[in-house]
T-cell receptor
Framework: DTGVSQDPRHKITKRGQNVTFRCDPISEHNRLYWYRQTLGQGPEFLTYFQNEAQLEKSRLLSDRFSAERPKGSFSTLEIQRTEQGDSAMYLC???????????FGEGSRLTVL | QQQVKQSPQSLIVQKGGIPIINCAYENTAFDYFPWYQQFPGKGPALLIAIRPDVSEKKEGRFTISFNKSAKQFSLHIMDSQPGDSATYFCAASWPGSARQLTFGSGTQLTVLP
């Protein structure tokens, strides 16, 4: 499978715990995006990487959120001190520079109890 | 100004019908308007996209109509099938700024057999 893969697919955690999600983009794609999707809503942009550089962050990305893409390949999204409002699907997408199509992974669903 | 407003929230049609989903935007800097299809448990996948220099684009049974002066665009699904039952999102992006997408809130389409 050469699509975007995300891990874990589901995570249940207690409020206050830290969680980390991983995204492996399509291998030749140098752009990587994180989105958050809540029930009944469209995906909301969180952050964007071009290669290893984090070039843009949404105001939705509070200080508790941090994302990395250390070698310009896979990326991680960490949420510290989780809150119930963090419960959502976290989607990763990748693309080539130039073409506009974003290829999404199947997402990591977070439930904060 | 960055919002994309989508309607209706849900839509039920009979097999063979032509569901129409509408979106409106305010930001005249938007220059790329894709539609994404999302099945339960899956990430969104690009269905069809249009740029504002054309008024209509067809790909198979899917057509985008674009009205630049009204700042509106719509998706038409010809000869709809039960397999088209999914959530559809319109989106838009603008030059620069990582080309990240702003999504509408989604339309849940059900095509009855």
């Amino acid at each position: 499978d050469t699509g975007v893969s995300q891990d874990p697919r589901h995570k249940i955690t207690k409020r206050g715990q830290n969680v980390t999600f991983r995204c492996d983009p399509i291998s030749e794609h140098n752009r990587l995006y994180w989105y958050r999707q809540t029930l009944g809503q469209g995906p909301e942009f969180l952050t964007y990487f071009q290669n290893e550089a984090q070039l843009e962050k949404s105001r939705l990305l509070s200080d508790r959120f941090s994302a990395e893409r250390p070698k310009g390949s896979f990326s991680t999204l960490e949420i510290q001190r989780t809150e119930q409002g963090d419960s959502a699907m976290y989607l990763c997408a990748s693309s080539l520079a130039g073409p506009r199509e974003l290829f999404f992974g199947e997402g990591s669903r977070l439930t904060v109890l | 100004q960055q919002q994309v407003k989508q309607s209706p929230q849900s839509l039920i049609v009979q097999k063979g019908g032509i569901p129409i989903i509408n979106c409106a935007y305010e930001n005249t800097a938007f220059d790329y308007f894709p539609w994404y299809q999302q099945f339960p448990g899956k990430g969104p996948a690009l269905l069809i996209a249009i740029r504002p220099d054309v008024s209509e684009k067809k790909e198979g049974r899917f057509t985008i109509s674009f009205n630049k002066s009204a700042k509106q665009f719509s998706l038409h699904i010809m000869d709809s099938q039960p397999g088209d039952s999914a959530t559809y999102f319109c989106a838009a992006s603008w030059p620069g700024s990582a080309r990240q997408l702003t999504f509408g809130s989604g339309t849940q389409l059900t095509v009855l057999p």
